[in-house]
């Protein structure tokens, strides 16, 4: 889906969701969605980048980071957006996990 890069986020405070999750075998469509997801994400309004990654057994997290509760708000509740979550619950995955955190520190090794 989206290659191994680390966001250029802005300093804290900001939002991170985290969603884990195990795959279902097959890609039954969901290479695709989760292009057109990346490329939705970024036409919204407190999107500031996302990071994820995927083992070959299929367990996978992928972080999205925002500007604040309202914007993961917007997206969550955004109607492709909407589609997609259902299709992922019905088809692409065994079992996932959603966490919304707040980031008031980062530090990095550059």
Known sequence: MADASFAQLPAP?????IFS??????????NAMGERMIALALEQPGFLGMEST????GFGITVSYWKDETSIRAWKNHAEHRIAQE????????????????????????
């Open 54 to 57: 995927r083992d070959t057994d």
């Open 21 to 30: 999750s195990r795959r279902t075998t097959g890609d039954g469509g969901y």
């Open 87 to 110: 299709t992922g619950q019905e088809r692409w995955y065994e079992h996932y996990e959603t966490r919304v955190a707040k980031v008031e520190r980062a530090y990095s090794l550059k």
């Open 13 to 17: 405070p900001y939002y991170a969701v």
